[in-house]
């Protein structure tokens, strides 16, 4: 499958008693820890592949690439494009209808490594476990989280500078703001305006991966949840580069062009 797309100018016990939300002060989660499925960030395409088919071998995967449009200049039709890339892996059952994961990969010149990956649909139509358990299970496979409140748990990785948070509040920001293709331009309007008022690094580079499981705690077992495993400085160092490669396309697009013209007859 193929788009088109236009140039992108990521405790039990007593926190389970209250709705207050608890954080902790630095990030202390190790990346061997973070991961969806299997999936993690740096992988090829063929290591999350394989990583997919071990957590469920019935699943479906669509390959989807993409390739950036441009023009040889203002005024100028954009009839021009980079070769395809690979852009996303998406997972459906293996009946479809609805995607399980996305895979996103970094964009070009950058090499294909993971970047991000999205669990919309995680459902329990069977059996759903209680709060109790979700969140249980949760934390025996990833450890202590950053923040954590009755709805939401988030694990920031160690070492790294605190970038989805907001000041007001200290608190991750939820928001399609920070997913995979609004980073860039967020962060870039942040840097601007503090519109949002993240605790954005000084060098959105360094900012690092963002781990969050969320579910609806009105519903009494938890029939649906999402997740989202995002590294925050890797999609904007790909999609700077991104930039950077197609404004030189184009500048040289714009040259040759301009080698071809002819002064008119008069």
């Known amino acids: ?56 071998a019935s699943m479906r995967i669509i390959r989807t690439t993409s390739r ?6 203002e005024g100028r039709p954009e009839n021009l494009s980079t070769p395809e890339f690979l852009d996303r892996l998406e997972v459906q059952p293996a009946r479809g209808g609805f995607e399980l994961f996305i895979v996103y990969f970094a964009t070009p010149p950058s090499e294909p490594r993971v970047i991000a990956i999205e669990r919309p649909n995680l459902a329990h139509t069977q059996n759903p476990p209680t709060q109790q358990q979700f969140r249980a299970g949760l934390l025996a496979k990833y450890g202590q989280p950053s923040f954590a409140e009755p709805h939401q748990l988030v694990w920031e990785e160690a070492g790294k500078p605190r970038c989805a948070f907001t000041r007001r509040g200290n608190r991750p920001y939820v928001g399609h703001e920070l997913s995979r293709n609004r980073i860039v331009p967020t962060f ?21 991966q963002v781990l969050t499981y969320s579910y609806d705690i009105w519903s009494g077992p938890v029939r649906a949840a999402k997740a989202s495993l995002i590294d925050l400085g890797a999609v904007w160092s790909a999609e700077t580069r991104s930039s950077q490669w197609v404004n030189g396309l184009k500048a040289e697009a714009q040259r040759k062009v301009d080698a071809q013209a002819q002064a008119p007859k008069l």
Request: charged share 15%; proline share 4%; with cysteine.
């Open 1 to 56: 499958m193929q788009r088109r797309a236009a140039l992108r100018s990521a405790f039990i016990g007593a926190a389970l008693a209250t709705l207050t939300p608890a954080f902790a002060q630095t990030a202390s989660t190790p990346t061997a820890k973070m991961d969806i499925a299997g999936v993690r960030i740096g992988m090829t395409e063929a290591e999350a592949r394989a990583a997919l088919m071990a957590f469920d």
């Open 68 to 73: 950036y449009n441009y023009s040889a200049g």
């Open 188 to 208: 870039q309007n942040e840097r601007r305006y503090q519109s949002l008022g993240l605790t954005l690094a000084s060098d959105p580079a360094a900012c690092g």
